[in-house]
């Protein structure tokens, strides 16, 4: 027995396994690093694609932008005040986020901060680039609303900002790639999961940097007050 067991144990392996980790951190990814970034990008869209055009359909109906179109202000100098107002508090918000998500729930940023910092800022350029246009195109605000709140939910849904989008099928996947949460979502989880540096979100940041032209060239094609 004893002489089976010996060459038994002294067999040569017929298989071999080998473990490799499928990202650049040596510890895996936490919920808090699908969470953190899921609220911020859909907290984001929510508050400058329905309460930025909320604010800026009242502002045109009630006279306030009459008076601005009436100064001395170019519409394109308009547009930029109105884009640079709505980025800054969004800016603000971000960076809070971040630091609360970092310090109170040990959030992996790694020498991800910016990578972090040109995604956040696309993004936040592109969701306010969106909500300049609902505020310009929409004449009610309770039609911003009406329209506002489920197109950011489904919008945050599909984009992976509820659930990592790795789980639905394929077809679900590309769908939720052809939205701006989508690429936003997918750059923070190259920067936070999986640990990658600012060249593995270029080409979103690219994305949403265009979109956010794309959007602010239909909004300037409507910059009056409600009639």
């Given at each position: 027995?004893?002489?089976?067991?010996?060459?038994?144990?002294?067999?040569?392996?017929?298989?071999?396994?080998e473990?490799?980790t499928?990202?650049?951190?040596?510890?895996?990814?936490?919920?808090?690093?699908?969470q953190?970034?899921?609220?911020?990008?859909?907290?984001?869209?929510?508050?400058?694609?329905?309460?930025?055009?909320?604010?800026?359909?009242?502002e045109?109906?009630?006279?306030a932008?009459?008076?601005?179109?009436?100064?001395?202000?170019?519409?394109?100098?308009?547009?930029?005040?109105?884009?640079?107002?709505?980025?800054?508090?969004?800016?603000?918000?971000?960076?809070?986020?971040?630091?609360?998500?970092?310090?109170?729930?040990?959030?992996?940023?790694?020498s991800?901060?910016?990578?972090?910092?040109?995604?956040?800022?696309?993004?936040?350029?592109?969701?306010?680039?969106?909500?300049?246009?609902?505020?310009?195109?929409?004449?009610?605000?309770?039609?911003?609303?009406?329209?506002?709140?489920?197109l950011?939910?489904?919008?945050?849904?599909?984009?992976?900002?509820?659930?990592?989008i790795?789980?639905?099928g394929?077809?679900?996947?590309?769908?939720?790639?052809?939205?701006?949460?989508?690429?936003?979502?997918?750059?923070?989880?190259?920067?936070?999961?999986?640990?990658?540096?600012i060249?593995?979100?270029?080409?979103?940041?690219?994305?949403?940097?265009?979109?956010?032209?794309?959007?602010?060239?239909?909004?300037?094609?409507?910059?009056?007050?409600?009639?």
């Amino acid at each position: 027995f004893v002489a089976q067991w010996t060459g038994a144990i002294n067999e040569p392996l017929l298989v071999r396994t080998e473990v490799e980790t499928a990202t650049r951190r040596e510890t895996p990814p936490s919920g808090m690093d699908q969470q953190l970034p899921g609220n911020i990008v859909m907290f984001v869209v929510m508050t400058l694609l329905v309460n930025s055009a909320v604010h800026l359909t009242s502002e045109r109906k009630n006279g306030a932008f009459r008076r601005l179109m009436a100064s001395p202000l170019t519409p394109g100098r308009i547009l930029a005040g109105k884009l640079l107002g709505r980025i800054v508090p969004a800016t603000v918000q971000v960076a809070l986020l971040f630091l609360t998500g970092r310090i109170l729930f040990g959030v992996h940023i790694g020498s991800a901060l910016p990578g972090i910092i040109l995604l956040s800022g696309a993004f936040i350029l592109c969701a306010a680039a969106m909500g300049l246009t609902m505020g310009m195109w929409m004449d009610d605000r309770n039609h911003v609303v009406a329209a506002g709140v489920p197109l950011t939910l489904g919008m945050a849904a599909l984009g992976g900002c509820w659930w990592p989008i790795e789980i639905v099928g394929p077809f679900m996947q590309r769908l939720g790639m052809t939205l701006p949460t989508g690429w936003a979502m997918r750059g923070y989880h190259e920067l936070l999961s999986f640990g990658y540096g600012i060249t593995a979100v270029l080409d979103n940041s690219a994305l949403l940097i265009a979109a956010a032209f794309v959007f602010t060239a239909i909004a300037a094609r409507r910059i009056r007050p409600v009639r």
